[in-house]
């Protein structure tokens, strides 16, 4: 027989990239007393790694629990970014209803949808939290207007609409039904999520489902597998079995080592788990996503969605340039590929796959973000490796046409810099599907565009804007190829020999176009050092001293003024670099380079072209 558990709330916080998903969860950590009165707590507690910390976004969906007025508050803070969709998809699975996060002035946008579809396709409800309400140019009524017409777009049913609608500012620290309400604390949000949230149901007396959603990895336990209680009890040492709806020959016969429930940031370890629990579960090797951990007279999975396939790919390969091994730790092809394969035990949106050479591995992600976020990883734990260009992945249909990923893109940007805009992405095969004023002179333009001609556009786009504009972009299917595209306009300077690079050398490249390095610099043939304005590759001689000659020119004593070099972060490299280069990536530099370092070889293989 099914009951309600009244004493849990399931709910998961959905949004848009920055619209203050992570701040408003340790708001609601603050005032629910997780923490000490003197405790001393930083800002964005569920952001863990270093790399979400730095560039201030959440890149893996975490769990955390509160408790208010006796009932406990299960929440799952998750990514905003596209790249990171295959995240939020999972995770709908183990709650009851989900608050979707809305800026009060940027209103709804791209993601937010996405997130918003997924939720009212799997019937969940909804409370809509207008955040950032203290903004001075915040506009709350108008952004409730336009997230009805999403609801509407959507089709969501008529409870859907009815949804509760709280105005916040999580950096004040205050919720309010009305905008007229006093601005006090977050106890109407908490209210509206006990009275609005429905409280898991299931049924205890019946066998044990427990689906697992989220994977967690811990050098000392291993795999962490975490889901929800669905039927039945949970307990330590019980015999169970693993089964998984989309791998119906899977099963395999486990016994429960370790139990977990989530208090605030801790996991604390619990004896048994009841219905509607979300638990945490260690001890088993080979636990997957998507995995049903069930009774053993019972096994009956449960069925899940499967995740989002991948759209771009890279290949990672063990670096052979003539400076390799000099700053890695881990550089053999055995370190690499246990490393991308250990990868997999918690990103399910990666895929990694052997080729032909036992050097090097064909990755594939859901874009450039995804792949640059563990490259930057790796590189932090002391790999050293070298990766290509990242490119789109092709599909082709039963009439063997060629199919290419689609993206909507859309771009916020002052009026002035909309005609370069639409210059540049139209040039990438990008099609202008609408156009309208939004505030403050600004213009939103909406393109459909293949996920290729976005390869490599971030970085120009700014530089176009001013650094004023916003690109937002969403995977759209797959479309018929749209036709070849010239990746770079530019050429390379390319180092002519092996050395260190000296000011005279460098004084007389710098001529030719934009430089990378300044002097002092390790450098060897086929090394790319700097971009030239024109299209084709320049040798250049960076290594070049002067010459000595026993004539003094009235000019000789003047100091060679060298232009300061163009650093490029990891992001920037891998937009820049070209389908004949490869990034060498060390712990402490990056390096770009020709795939074939001899000269005269590079240019009979550009000849076969």
């Known amino acids: 027989m099914k009951m309600k558990r009244e004493d849990v709330r399931n709910i998961a916080i959905i949004a848009h990239v920055d619209h203050g998903k992570t701040t408003l969860v340790d708001e609601l950590l603050k005032q629910s007393g997780v923490f000490r009165a003197n405790q001393d707590v930083g800002e964005r507690v569920m952001d863990s790694n270093d790399l979400e910390r730095e560039r201030g976004i959440t890149i893996l969906a975490k769990n955390t629990a509160v408790f208010y007025k006796g009932t406990k508050i299960n929440i799952v803070d998750t990514p905003g970014h596209a790249d990171f969709g295959g ?25 937010t949808r996405f997130v918003l579809q997924k939720a009212l396709e799997m019937d969940l409800p909804v409370i809509c939290c207008i955040n950032k ?41 205050f919720a309010k039904k009305e905008l007229e309400d006093p601005e006090e604390n977050m106890v109407p949000l908490f209210e509206t999520i006990i009275d609005y949230i429905p409280a898991p149901e299931g049924d205890p007396e019946a066998p044990t489902q427990v689906l697992i959603s989220t994977i967690d990895y811990n050098e000392y336990v291993g795999r962490i597998g975490i889901g929800k209680v669905d039927n039945g009890m949970l307990k330590v040492n019980q015999e169970c079995v693993l089964v998984n709806h989309h791998d119906p020959d899977k099963f395999k016969k486990i016994k429960i080592g370790k139990l977990y429930e989530f208090d605030g940031l801790k996991r604390v370890e619990v004896q048994e788990a009841g219905i509607g629990a979300i638990v945490a579960i260690s001890g088993i090797p080979e636990i997957h996503i998507g995995d049903t951990i069930c009774s053993v007279d019972n096994p009956d999975p449960i069925p899940f969605q499967k995740i989002s396939e991948p759209t771009i790919s890279m290949y990672f390969m063990v670096n052979d340039s003539p400076l390799a091994g000099q700053e890695g730790k881990y550089i053999t092809s055995r370190h690499i590929r246990d490393r991308l394969f250990r ?11 052997e080729t032909d050479s036992a050097d090097c591995f064909k990755v594939s992600g859901r874009g450039e973000l995804h792949l640059s976020v563990l490259i930057e990883n790796m590189r932090r734990e002391g790999f050293e490796f070298a990766v290509s260009k990242a490119e789109v992945i092709y599909k082709y249909n039963e009439r063997n046409q060629k ?61 176009d804007t001013k650094g004023n504009g916003i690109l937002n972009t969403i995977f759209d299917g ?39 390095i300044g002097p002092g610099v390790k450098v060897y043939s086929g090394m790319v050092i700097g971009q030239n304005p024109k299209a084709e590759d320049i040798e250049v001689n960076v290594c070049k001293t002067k010459k000595l000659t026993n004539t003094r020119s009235s000019s000789a004593d003047e100091a060679l003024r060298l232009v300061p070099p163009k650093i490029m972060s990891l992001e920037q490299c891998l937009e820049f670099i070209d389908t004949d280069e490869l990034l060498e990536i060390t712990p402490k530099s990056l390096r770009i380079r020709k795939k074939i370092l001899d000269p005269t070889l590079r240019k009979r293989a550009s000849f076969k072209k």
């Not at 203290?134 to 949804?163: H, I, N």
């Not at 749209?482 to 490249?509: C, H, M, Q, V």
Request: proline fraction near 6%; charged fraction near 25%; include cysteine.
């Open 87 to 111: 995240e939020v998809e999972r995770v709908l699975k183990m709650v009851d209803g989900v608050v979707l996060v809305v800026d009060a002035y940027e209103g709804a946008m791209p993601q």
């Open 133 to 173: 309400i203290d903004r001075p140019e915040a506009r709350p009524t108008e952004v409730v207007d336009e997230v009805l017409e999403l609801f509407m777009d959507l089709d969501a049913s008529d409870e859907q609409l009815e949804c509760p609608f709280v105005y916040a500012s999580a950096k004040a620290g």
């Open 343 to 353: 990868e997999l035990n918690t990103d399910v949106s990666l895929r990694v796959e």
């Open 478 to 516: 797959y479309g018929p190829y749209k036709g070849d595209l010239t990746y770079r306009p530019t050429g390379s300077l390319i180092a002519y020999e092996a050395g260190e690079s000296i000011t005279y050398g460098l004084f007389n490249a710098q001529e030719r176009g934009t430089l990378f």
């Open 403 to 463: 199919l290419e990923p689609m993206e909507i893109a859309y771009v916020d940007v002052p009026e002035d810099f909309t005609g370069a805009v639409i210059q540049k992405l139209t040039s990438r095969k990008g099609e202008l599907t609408g156009m309208s004023p939004i505030a403050r002179g600004y213009t939103r333009l909406e393109f459909n565009i293949p996920s290729r001609g976005l390869i490599g556009y971030r970085g120009e786009f700014m530089t």
